[in-house]
T-cell receptor, first 114, second 109 residues
Framework: DTEVTQTPKHLVMGMTNKKSLKCEQHMGHRAMYWYKQKAKKPPELMFVYSYEKLSINESVPSRFSPECPNSSLLNLHLHALQPEDSALYLC?????????????FGPGTRLTVL | LAKTTQPISMDSYEGQEVNITCSHNNIATNDYITWYQQFPSQGPRFIIQGYKTKVTNEVASLFIPADRKSSTLSLPRVSLSDTAVYYCLVGDVNNDMRFGAGTRLTVKP
């Protein structure tokens, strides 16, 4: 099983709402990633967890709050977002946090902020 | 961090071989080159990875010259379903892997 699942597929939220994105993998991978992708742009790295600890935070605004409850789950909590945060949010996982490790991506959550 | 440069777009026809070249002039000694494919509204998918010379798998080949300042992804006999964006990444020992701008390949009938 080389699947990374993400829920929900689509999310529409207002600027005062609080919502969460969920990502799950059962490949035994120890590294998990959140990316943000705007239309016709490459994915931009947001956060990386390794062994359930936050390893990389690419200076992401605090209205995005990641959480890794266990080695299979990754959440992204959203609060007080802006319309410009509308994008495709991708989750990925890899065996370890090695630059040679293949990243397996989920299908993404399409977020619209009104 | 090695910056990558790729053509913005390429067109091809079904059955042709497509070669996409990525420039990475300041690649470091231990850096690896990885290519991903992305279809619209999907996450990227790993295609191939290499360090030097040539690597081949069931879907593509990767050619890396001796100076490693560039690499070429070769897709044999493309079909309409190969229409996608192809990203070249250079990963370094600091685990800094950033997606470049990507090449939008359009395969025509």
């Amino acid at each position: 099983d080389t699947e990374v699942t993400q829920t929900p597929k689509h999310l529409v939220m207002g600027m005062t709402n609080k919502k969460s994105l969920k990502c799950e993998q059962h490949m035994g991978h120890r590294a998990m990633y959140w990316y943000k992708q705007k239309a016709k742009k490459p994915p931009e790295l947001m956060f990386v967890y390794s062994y359930e600890k936050l390893s990389i935070n690419e200076s992401v605004p605090s209205r995005f709050s990641p959480e890794c409850p266990n080695s299979s789950l990754l959440n992204l909590h959203l609060h007080a977002l802006q319309p410009e945060d509308s994008a495709l949010y991708l989750c990925a996982s890899s065996q370890d946090l090695l630059y040679t490790d293949t990243q397996y991506f989920g299908p993404g959550t399409r977020l619209t902020v009104l | 961090l090695a910056k990558t440069t790729q053509p913005i777009s390429m067109d091809s026809y079904e059955g042709q071989e497509v070669n996409i070249t990525c420039s990475h002039n300041n690649i470091a000694t231990n850096d690896y080159i990885t290519w991903y494919q992305q279809f619209p509204s999907q996450g990227p998918r790993f295609i191939i990875q290499g360090y030097k010379t040539k690597v081949t798998n069931e879907v593509a080949s990767l050619f890396i010259p001796a100076d490693r300042k560039s690499s070429t992804l070769s897709l044999p006999r493309v079909s309409l379903s190969d229409t996608a964006v192809y990203y070249c990444l250079v990963g370094d020992v600091n685990n800094d892997m950033r997606f470049g701008a990507g090449t939008r390949l359009t395969v025509k009938p």
